[in-house]
């Protein structure tokens, strides 16, 4: 099965579930249960906004300066965040990617990270995303392919909803119990972790998101009975998106859209990210769970969204 030429996605169904996957940046455009989304949406064929869905790698969120050393050697990266001096999201966000394999539940395409300004590393990265009468699940894994030692993060700009309902009525549950602090000026990791427990970043029970600003990341996740840490948005009867992660996706960058802040999701203003990360902020740097890939070494982990009630 082929995507349309002007909508470069790729269509997936099972059951009630229904998705669509861009070729760009291997975005996930849209998650559907019984014609109710799960996820924030874009016009196919245009530019994601606010890097809705997007595959952020091979670092997740920021790299101080655009600077890093690994193995003793400094490397300097291209500024792609000029206003905080730093290099964001890495390089697989705004790229094609290859499609290796579509079906009509799952859809599986890669990308070669290869060479670039201050990343002397060669990576080839595969996602596939497929539907099951369990919802979605994202596989994700990441090769290195060159002759040498690679650093490596992982993220997904995952934006969930509840069907139409405002993001002030719904609630938030977050399987998180640390967080790391950032400068709210670069949005840079200050200090070490600290424990939610009694401040206003504790949402290990709901809590409404009426006027909650957050851009922060979540570690710490409590497993399941299964070993997958869960994610909840509730609306007010009860009906409820889910993201899930298993344990190789450790941490979660949770973010609110807000027109207040000047960055309003299109036509739904207020909007939630909750996105699924190997690593914290800065990783590059504080090499806080960075994954180190020797040739010909590869790294995978999981994540997914269902919706329950």
């Known amino acids: 099965m082929a995507p349309t030429a002007e909508a470069q996605t790729y269509s997936l169904t099972s059951g009630k579930y229904r998705a669509d996957v861009a070729a760009v940046g291997a975005g996930l455009r849209v998650l559907e249960y019984d014609g109710s ?8 064929g245009t530019k994601p906004p606010l890097s809705a869905g997007l595959v952020l790698a091979p670092w997740p969120n920021r790299t101080a300066d655009g600077t890093f050393t690994f193995e003793g050697v400094e490397h300097r990266l291209e500024i792609t965040e000029p206003a905080r001096n730093n290099a964001s999201h890495g390089f697989v966000r705004r790229v094609e990617w290859t499609l290796d394999e ?4 799952r859809v599986e ?5 290869g060479t670039h300004e201050g990343w002397p590393f060669s990576l080839r ?5 497929e539907l099951s009468d369990d919802g979605l699940t994202v596989t994700a894994s990441a090769t290195n392919t060159g002759e040498s030692a690679a650093p490596y993060g992982m993220g997904f700009h995952t934006y969930v909803r509840v069907g139409d309902v405002p993001l002030d009525e719904c609630t938030l549950e977050l399987s998180a119990g640390t ?9 840079l990791p200050v ?10 970043y504790d949402f290990r029970q709901p809590r409404n998101l009426e006027g909650v600003q957050l851009d922060t990341p979540f570690s710490a996740a409590v497993p399941d009975v299964d070993g997958r840490a869960k994610h909840t948005l509730r609306g007010p009867d009860g009906t409820a998106t889910v993201l899930w992660t298993d344990s190789n996706f450790g941490w979660v960058q949770v973010f609110t859209a807000d027109p207040a802040n000047d960055q309003a999701y299109p036509d739904r203003g207020r909007a939630l990210a909750i996105e699924p990360m190997t690593c914290p902020p ?3 740097n504080s090499e806080i769970d960075l994954v180190v890939l020797e040739p010909g ?11 329950e009630k």
């Open 102 to 105: 579509h079906t009509e539940s």
């Open 125 to 129: 990265l595969t996602v596939a995303h």
């Open 282 to 284: 800065d990783a590059l």
């Open 109 to 113: 395409q890669s990308v070669d990270i």
């Open 191 to 200: 200090g070490l972790s600290v424990p939610t427990a009694d401040t206003e």
């Open 37 to 44: 989304p799960l996820t924030e949406t874009w016009e196919a």
């Open 297 to 307: 070494q590869t790294w995978s982990g999981t994540w997914g969204m269902r919706y």
């Open 179 to 187: 967080r790391l602090p950032l400068d709210p000026v670069r949005n």
